[in-house]
């Protein structure tokens, strides 16, 4: 797969159809790994660290999640197909996971917010086999892994714990975990439980979806202000070059 560049972060450069055949491949292949799904808050932190990067840049596939980051590649010239968010990825291989009858464990969010998701889902993909679920209030990862092992494992967990600590227990339990593909995704648990909603297409459309969460959650406010730090780091890259990796 063709890669670009972002500030030291190696995204694979596919459209949703690409990332989801590539992840279906893996899975029957029986190939461990894990996806992450970077938008310019999670770049920004991989740039302030190494070790962080480097998780990120290990996984088996880094898609770009947020218009932000189709900005910056464009700005540096090595512009991206397209933005995958995390949560049309996720939807879309659970479709073609049910093509096939094959399971998923859901790990993160509030206690009861796995549940109900996975209500919503085998509701939505009845071929797909819900392994299991943990809330993300676990005592300790060794909680996580034992929850996991006690439903017999999954071809995919959904790890929804926020970054960067999805990340790093993904990478730091691969080899550990009864899993075949881990996939890093924020906050889609509560979308898919509809304790939380979606931005309207039509902010989508706009690629404005980053507004509708600061206007029903006003608390990121803080954690949205990285994004002109983004932007400025990218544009100072471009000007003056900077170190990339």
């Known amino acids: 797969m063709k890669t670009a560049n972002i500030l030291g972060v190696t995204f694979h450069n596919v459209t949703l159809k690409d990332a989801v055949d590539a992840a279906m491949d ?18 920004y932190a991989t740039f ?3 070790v962080f990067r480097d998780i990120v840049n290990r996984a088996s596939l880094v898609l770009p999640d947020g218009i932000g980051v189709i900005y910056a590649a464009r700005i ?19 479709y073609r996971m049910s093509q096939e009858g094959m399971r998923l ?42 929850a996991v092992k006690a439903a017999g494992g999954a071809d995919v967990m959904f ?21 075949t593909l881990s996939c890093g995704l924020g906050g889609s648990l509560d979308v898919f439980a509809g304790t939380v909603q ?11 979806e980053w507004l509708h969460r600061l206007l029903k959650q006003p608390s990121r406010f803080g954690r949205m202000m ?9 544009i100072k890259t471009r000007l003056f070059g900077g170190k990339q990796s």
């Not at 979606?198 to 404005?208: G, I």
């Open 198 to 208: 979606r931005a309207p297409e039509l902010f989508r459309r706009l690629n404005l």
């Open 76 to 94: 540096l010239g090595v512009p991206l197909a397209g933005k995958v968010p995390g949560i049309d990825f996720a939807d879309a291989l659970m």
């Open 159 to 179: 790890t929804c714990l926020g970054a960067p600590k999805q990340e790093r227990f993904m990478a730091g339990h691969m080899d550990e975990l009864p899993v």
């Open 226 to 234: 990285k994004l002109p730090l983004f932007l400025l780091i990218t």
């Open 105 to 146: 464990f859901l790990l993160g969010a509030k206690p009861g917010v796995a549940e109900k998701a996975a209500e919503n889902i085998k509701k939505k993909y009845p071929g797909l086999v819900i392994a299991g679920t943990q809330d993300g209030y676990f005592k300790d990862d060794q909680q996580a892994i034992d």
């Open 48 to 50: 302030e660290d190494p």
């Open 26 to 43: 893996q899975i029957r292949a029986g190939k461990k790994g894990y996806v992450v799904t970077p938008n310019p808050e999670i770049v």
